[in-house]
Structure formats: structure tokens, C-alpha cells
């Protein structure tokens, strides 16, 4: 069974930093693609980031380029999400997905 554990978020001030950390596992962490979605109250996924299986390929949303980076370790089979120059509408839950399968996410709050 495929399980994902997001963890890392909190409450942060404009301008500051988080590092979003997901671990998984229950299948082949380093054969799959992996891709950070947010999603705030009442509204629907957003895609945030992605990553090849090895790290080598990412992709981030027009909104994140320059200020999140996604990365991986598959020795610990777990994904990352470094948030830097956060702003009040980065402000969601975040989760980790992998096949359609997703955390339980972590809030990331970003206010003064």
C-alpha cells in the first residue's frame, strides 16, 4: 500500500522559509515521478512542482520558478519542497502525490 507522509509546514512571516518534506513508502521510491499540488478551503488542486524519478528533470508552476525547489533523496525515499520568498498566497495545504495517491498534506500558513 502505497503511503505518503507530508510534514514540515507551519506558520511563517512574507518573506520567510519552510522546507516540506515527504516520506514514502509502500512501493518503488525511486522508479516514479513524484509532484507537490496545494490546495487552499473551498477551491481545487493546484500543481506546484514535479520531479523525475531520479532528480534530474523539475518542473515547477509559473508562480514557484525562482522561489520553491523541489528535490529527492531515494536513499530515504523521501521528497522535498524548499519554500523561500513566501507570500500570503502561498498559503494552502500542501501534498505530496504519487499515482494518484496522496498524503494527508501539511498546512503551510504565511501571514504577519
Known amino acids: 500500500e502505497v503511503q505518503l507522509v507530508e510534514s514540515g509546514g507551519g506558520l511563517v512571516q512574507p518573506g520567510g522559509s519552510l522546507r516540506l518534506s515527504c516520506a514514502a513508502s509502500?512501493?518503488?521510491?525511486?522508479?516514479?515521478?513524484m509532484i507537490w499540488v496545494r490546495q487552499a478551503p473551498g477551491k481545487g488542486l493546484e500543481w506546484v512542482s514535479a520531479v523525475s524519478w531520479n532528480g534530474g528533470i523539475t518542473y515547477y508552476a509559473e508562480s514557484m520558478k525562482g522561489r520553491f525547489t523541489i528535490s529527492r533523496d531515494n536513499g530515504k525515499k523521501t521528497l522535498y519542497l524548499q519554500m523561500n520568498s513566501l507570500k500570503s498566497e502561498d498559503t494552502d495545504v500542501y501534498f505530496c502525490?504519487?499515482?494518484?495517491?496522496r498524503g494527508q498534506g501539511t498546512q503551510v500558513i504565511v501571514s504577519s
Open positions: 502525490e504519487v499515482g494518484g495517491v
Open positions: 509502500g512501493y518503488t521510491f525511486d522508479d516514479c515521478a
